[in-house]
């Protein structure tokens, strides 16, 4: 089942259209070295800004999709655990106290263990970025969008590392296609990434994004 439908999609930057199918269970990864047409790729797919062509995401959740900055999108004013819970707060005290309970015991498959009562300056990056992926998917999106940023660790690498019991599968490509940790076979996933080198462990055969050329003397 396609997750994710980008048809003809056309961003400022973007030198020609983006079409690209991500089904549900699948990471691709979009190599783009200039930030400003990263950005607006993403902002597309999660609807933030204008664009040309279509997008689509279809789902269980009504095509919901969530985006996980570079630096994981933290408040800074909330805890870890906070900034998890607030993604999907209740109005009811039993429930808050459910989802702070349900994610405790839960810190040490994101990683975060001995970390949900600390604020973002008090925490590494990495671990910013997981508070991130793990705020993202407990909305229970359809689709994620990853950015990713040089001088960061990689989403690959935080992936094989935070969760115990960590797996990586293939899928019907064999030994070369995409490998895609368990905690992501819900949901397509878009990685937008400054290199290719960084996309590899999750995507062997990354799209490389070409930018307009700058006109000038």
Known sequence: MTGIEL?????????????????????RAIVSSAPHIGRAV?????????????????????GRVRLVPSDGGLLPHLTVLENIISTHRSTRRRDTVDAEQELRAKA????LDGLLDRYRHEIPVGRRRMTGLARALRAWPDALVLEDDLGLPTWGALLATAWRGYQIRTDSAGDDGPRIPDLLMGVATVLIVPTAERAYALDTHPVMLAGKQRSGC
């Open 42 to 62: 993403a902002d597309a797919i999660t609807g933030i800004s204008p664009f040309g062509g279509r997008v689509s995401i279809t789902g269980p959740a009504a």
């Open 108 to 111: 040490v498959s994101y990683g």
């Open 7 to 27: 048809t003809e999609l056309e961003v400022s930057g973007l030198s020609g259209p983006l079409s690209l199918s991500v089904p549900v269970g699948r990471i």
